[in-house]
């Protein structure tokens, strides 16, 4: 579910969907107007990313560094994506910043990730009803 790899890979779902419902969630605290700011339950994460191999067409994440935070649960994860957007005909190339949160049994509880909001909107001709995020 929040691998991050090719689009062709098949996820691997089950360190996320694990975890009990109430403690799933997804944050991005700056995304632009109309687009989610928070996805919490196993079904809102499914039913948020289900909808992206129909918008997109070539998707990649790359230039990946991953930082364990030192006496935490949490890994930090920069890394950039380059993403076809079908409905807009635009690109969505913008640069990430991940922090995962893991449980006790190792198991991602939270994934907060923080991007350009402008490149989020640009891509997406500025209307989450055009696919992703409504």
Known sequence: MLQI???????????TLQVPDDRKQRLCSF?????????SGKGALIKHY????????RMEFFDRQAFVL???N???LK??????????GRRYDNRY????????????EMFEEY???????DAWAGDPSSGFGS
């Open 70 to 72: 030192e006496g935490t």
């Open 31 to 39: 995304s632009p107007k109309g687009f989610p700011t928070k996805v």
């Open 74 to 76: 949490t890994l930090l």
């Open 115 to 121: 991007f350009d909001p402008n490149v989020l909107a």
């Open 50 to 57: 289900a909808e992206l191999p129909d918008l997109t067409g």
């Open 97 to 108: 910043i991940g922090f995962f949160s893991f449980n006790a049994a190792g198991l991602i």
């Open 79 to 88: 890394y950039r994506g380059e993403i076809e957007v079908l409905p807009t």
């Open 5 to 15: 790899g090719d689009q062709n890979e098949t996820p691997d779902e089950s360190s």
